[in-house]
T-cell receptor, first 115, second 115 residues
Framework: AQSVTQPDIHITVSEGASLELRCNYS??????LFWYVQSPGQGLQLLLK??????LVQGIKGFEAEFKRSQSSFNLRKPSVHWSDAAEYFC?????????????FGTGTRLLVSP | ETGVTQSPTHLIKTRGQQVTLRCSSQ?????VSWYQQALGQGPQFIFQ???????GRGNFPPRFSGLQFPNYSSELNVNALELDDSALYLC??????????????FGEGSRLTVL
């Protein structure tokens, strides 16, 4: 069975600084990988996804993520953080064969943005 | 385009009671998935419905059940409520069951408190 680890529970970044959120997954084959964002009182919004092909994936709101098979990682990055990026970020993995609806999520990383 | 809507947004029940949560999928989406998000945790997959049939289930007991209707809307029913059932219940819709063809669109959730 697949699993996801997000080692950072909280991260504080200054506005304008760069951001990297870590995600490590466990799965026997090439997985489907996702990053979702959740603002307070809101549902989850998809930032980006990796299915195959180019390992550097571009998403919405200026986010990108890189799939590194050798490290079983899918870290999320943004070159310059805005105050509106403060939210909870979830990495998720889906198993090939069961589709992308049955996702396993990490426990999330809460991003705080300081002025 | 109408997004995923869930009702009620908040509700309080007592142990042993039963609850029904409702979800209207995004227009044109034929697959609905339900997730449970406990406080401080990532969402956990409960089950998925496609063409009015359960099509995948996570590690949840049978007292968690669901329905999908011809218009693709869905219900989540939980019987014999336990304190640990207190959580945010998220509904997500998508266009097809299985296959890397799209993304999940989440509603804002129904927050259930069991006393």
């Amino acid at each position: 069975a697949q699993s996801v680890t997000q080692p950072d529970i909280h991260i504080t970044v200054s506005e304008g600084a760069s951001l990297e959120l870590r995600c490590n997954y466990s799965y026997g084959a090439t997985p489907y990988l996702f990053w979702y964002v959740q603002s307070p009182g809101q549902g989850l919004q998809l930032l980006l996804k990796y299915f195959s092909g180019d390992t550097l994936v571009q998403g919405i709101k200026g986010f990108e993520a890189e799939f590194k098979r050798s490290q079983s990682s899918f870290n999320l990055r943004k070159p310059s953080v805005h105050w509106s990026d403060a939210a909870e970020y979830f990495c998720a993995v889906g198993a090939r064969g069961t589709g992308f609806q049955k996702l396993v999520f990490g426990t999330g990383t809460r991003l705080l943005v300081s002025p | 385009e109408t997004g995923v809507t869930q009702s009620p947004t908040h509700l309080i029940k007592t142990r042993g009671q039963q609850v029904t949560l409702r979800c209207s999928s995004q227009s044109g989406h034929n697959t609905v998935s339900w997730y449970q998000q406990a406080l401080g945790q990532g969402p956990q997959f409960i089950f998925q419905y496609y063409r009015e049939e359960e099509n995948g289930r996570g590690n949840f007991p049978p007292r968690f059940s669901g329905l999908q209707f011809p218009n693709y809307s869905s219900e989540l029913n939980v019987n014999a409520l336990e304190l640990d059932d207190s959580a945010l219940y998220l509904c997500a819709s998508s266009l097809t069951a299985g296959g890397p063809t799209g993304e999940l669109f989440f509603g804002e959730g129904s927050r259930l408190t069991v006393l």
